[in-house]
Nanobody, 121 residues
Framework: QVQLVESGGGLVQPGGSLRLSCAAS????????MGWYRQAPGKDREGSQL??????????NYGDFVKGRFSISGDNAKNTVDLQMYSLEPEDTAVYYC????????????WGQGTQVTVSS
């Protein structure tokens, strides 16, 4: 099983920046995707939307709402992923979950515990 440890998040003013980090350990199957999803207030995690993800092969995907404001990077040697968020808006307020998903194996995806991001003045 894979364990995900998240760090970062918190309260930031509109227009500010935050960095989220996630480290995976345990039985990691490559190639894989690691990234971040977010759960808006009042919605369950099954309705989470993709924020950004990166594969161990270097492919990146971003949610449409990102519009160039966020950047994701990964370190395959450490099995870590970082999400740098700029120009944050109140609409970005949500619980952000780290997610790991092996590309060639089903049933081994894992979620982190989630970290709160609040954008407010």
């Amino acid at each position: 099983q894979v364990q995900l440890v998240e760090s970062g998040g918190g309260l930031v003013q509109p227009g500010g920046s935050l960095r989220l980090s996630c480290a995976a350990s345990g039985s990691i199957f490559s190639p894989y995707y690691m990234g971040w999803y977010r759960q808006a207030p009042g919605k369950d995690r099954e309705g989470s939307q993709l924020v950004a993800r990166i594969s161990s092969l270097g492919e990146t995907n971003y949610g449409d709402f990102v519009k160039g404001r966020f950047s994701i990077s990964g370190d395959n040697a450490k099995n870590t992923v970082d999400l740098q968020m700029y120009s944050l808006e109140p609409e970005d307020t949500a619980v952000y979950y780290c997610h790991y998903s092996p590309i060639l194996r089903r049933g081994y995806a894992q979620w982190g515990q989630g970290t709160q991001v609040t954008v407010s003045s």
